[in-house]
């Protein structure tokens, strides 16, 4: 027997607003500074997704890609969110040419499919967290993998897993950029870049926010291994803060798309948040390895000139081992402004 179509939902509600931007915010950003903030229209019962300039990293993120990565995958959560509450759903990207910082509407179109992909991720939104912890050394599944090449293509990117000698090659290139990193005092630009970093982390001690990476969600610092984990306490002392022995042979993955404009950052930013809570629901821990993508020499590098992956957005580190540990959101209220 064919599915029934569901009932036309009743009206988002006030409170049934601020829970689907609760769950959108969280998504993960750069450095956890949540660059993002909405809109929602009632009369046209419509959102409208906006990146803070506030949030602008000039140094870390000169042309506003992280920022729309980050956008984009609060964008798909929310998306997620709202077919969890019975809404199906129509985006348009870049919709204002003359308001630049507006990424995207999402409009109310009616109920989902009765069997909806979108809903069915729900439950891993509030499980997912940045892992950077060790990871066994159990391979991830290739069915596994399908699963995560799927959901990369359904919102318009690609997922790729990379030979031996493309994560060697990679797991160099992000050397390179701690590299870079550690030699800040002599490069204005690492320096500059640096200083916006070290905004968004903190140790023990210091004033609580909520945003941010918190001394909580580092992980041991590593002092074995290959897994590209970055080490945000860098010289700070943590207290109580352990070492661990991270993987030899880390599982990683390529995040891309053909072309690269500001839309395209913005698809791959829903897929990566489609990739994360998938990951999740298949019960993998997850992190995110930006840190060489961070300068335009090292990112041309990252990609496979074998393949048609034109420019890489995020490299993934998957496996099996502790989920993460939650970062603090900024309260709805400071995201979300509801207009008639």
């Known amino acids: 027997m064919a599915a029934q179509p569901q009932e036309q939902p009743q009206e988002l509600s006030a409170q049934g607003v601020a829970d689907v931007v609760a769950d959108a915010t969280t998504a993960p950003s750069l450095h956890n500074a949540q660059p993002w903030r909405f809109v929602y229209r009632t009369a046209e019962r419509a959102f409208r997704v906006s990146r803070d300039p506030e949030r602008a990293m000039p140094h870390v993120d000169p042309d506003g890609r992280a920022q729309h990565l980050g956008c984009g995958a609060a964008l798909f959560t929310l998306r997620v969110a709202l077919a969890h509450a019975g809404w199906a759903t129509a985006t348009t990207l870049l919709p204002d040419p003359a308001q630049p910082l507006a990424l995207a509407d999402v409009r109310l179109t009616g109920p989902p499919p009765a069997a909806d992909a979108l809903a069915a991720l729900y439950p891993a939104i509030r499980r997912r967290h940045t892992s950077r912890d060790p990871f066994t050394a159990d391979v991830v599944p290739p069915e596994v993998r399908s699963g995560l090449v799927e959901a990369a293509a359904a919102e318009g990117a690609r997922l790729t897993f990379p030979d031996a000698w ?40 210091e004033r609580a926010a909520a945003e941010g990476v918190p001394p909580s969600a580092y992980g041991p610092r590593k002092h074995d291994g290959r897994a590209p984990v970055r080490d945000f306490a860098a010289h700070r002392e943590v207290p109580g803060r352990g070492s661990a022995t991270f993987e030899a042979a880390p599982q990683l993955a390529l995040l891309g798309t053909a072309s690269d404009s500001p839309a395209d950052w913005l698809r791959a930013g829903q897929a990566l948040g489609r990739v994360l809570l998938r990951a999740t629901a298949d019960g993998l821990a997850t992190s995110l390895t930006s ?50």
């Open 166 to 205: 493309h994560v060697d090659a990679l797991l160099e290139l992000v050397h390179d950029a701690e590299d870079r990193t550690a030699g800040y005092a002599a490069d204005p630009q690492a320096q500059q870049a640096e200083q916006e970093t070290a905004r968004w982390t903190r140790v023990a001690g």
């Open 291 to 340: 840190h060489p993508l961070e300068w335009p020499d090292l990112r041309w590098a990252a990609r496979d000139p074998l393949s048609d992956l034109g420019t890489v957005h995020m490299v993934l580190r998957l496996g099996y081992g502790p989920p993460g540990r939650a970062t603090p959101r900024r309260p709805v209220a400071e995201v979300l402004t509801v207009a008639p």
